[in-house]
């Protein structure tokens, strides 16, 4: 099963990124979204779509239709700048699959 | 306080074997629904699944690189091994250990990653 981000997302402080991640027929499956900044341990940011874990700030949203989940981060700020990665269950190969990660830029 | 931690070689020579081990605490490992996996993250490139252990034993590998993993569990000292047979220098990254829990799992606490270099 193959996830497919863009590489990279600008977005200025205050505004609002999206970050999209393909797959086929994705709504069939839950998707997370983790966060990574340099150095540091992987943080996730949503799961089962659209839950946020307890510490996360409501800026962070998710979204799953159709072949595309949407992470969605309202408000941004210069410390949200990291790679996201969104994340699947495959059922077929019983194994998590990663899509190939988004930078986000902050400008 | 839930905490992993990653520890092994930093360096290793091609064809070697790689052991891994992630130390956790604040959970237990016989918990249902519980469960420790290992990820990777080759310089510059993205995050990649290699296994995962379960609660009740069953295990799970990265179809690509299923014949070169195994991966296992000390419950008594609260640890989950990786070996990764055949190193070679494509085979350098940082590699991180993750609590799973849910239903699919989900990695939803993480180590901090050690780094395994493969070179002569």
Redesign the interface.
């Given at each position: 099963y193959v996830l497919t981000q863009p590489p990279s997302v600008s977005v200025a402080p205050g505004r609002t990124a999206k970050i999209t991640c393909g797959g086929d027929n994705i709504v069939r499956e839950?998707v997370?979204w983790?966060q990574?900044k340099r150095g540091?341990?992987?943080?996730?940011v949503i799961?089962?779509d659209t839950d946020r874990?307890s510490g996360i700030p409501e800026r962070f949203s998710g979204a799953n239709s159709g072949n595309t989940a949407t992470l969605t981060i309202s408000r941004v700020e210069a410390g949200d700048e990291a790679d996201y990665?969104c994340?699947v269950?495959d059922?077929r190969?019983?194994?998590?699959?990663?899509?190939?990660?988004t930078k986000l830029i902050v400008l | 306080q839930l905490t992993l931690k990653e520890s092994g070689p930093a360096l290793v020579k091609p064809t070697q074997t790689l052991t891994l081990t992630c130390t956790f605490s604040g959970f237990a490992l016989t918990s249902s629904g519980v469960a420790v996996g290992w990820i990777r993250q080759p310089p510059g490139k993205a995050l990649e699944w290699l296994a995962l252990i379960s609660w009740d034993d069953e295990e799970f590998y990265n179809p690509s690189l299923k014949n070169r993993l195994t991966i296992a569990k000390d419950t008594s000292k609260n640890q989950v091994i990786l070996t990764v047979t055949n190193m070679d220098p494509v085979d350098t990254a940082t590699y991180y250990c993750a609590r799973n829990t849910g239903t699919p799992y989900y990695m939803d606490v993480w180590g901090t990653g050690t780094s395994v270099t493969v070179s002569s």
């Open positions: 839950t997370q983790y990574h540091q341990a992987p943080v996730v799961y089962y874990p990665y994340q269950w059922s190969t019983e194994g998590q699959v990663f899509g190939g990660g | -």
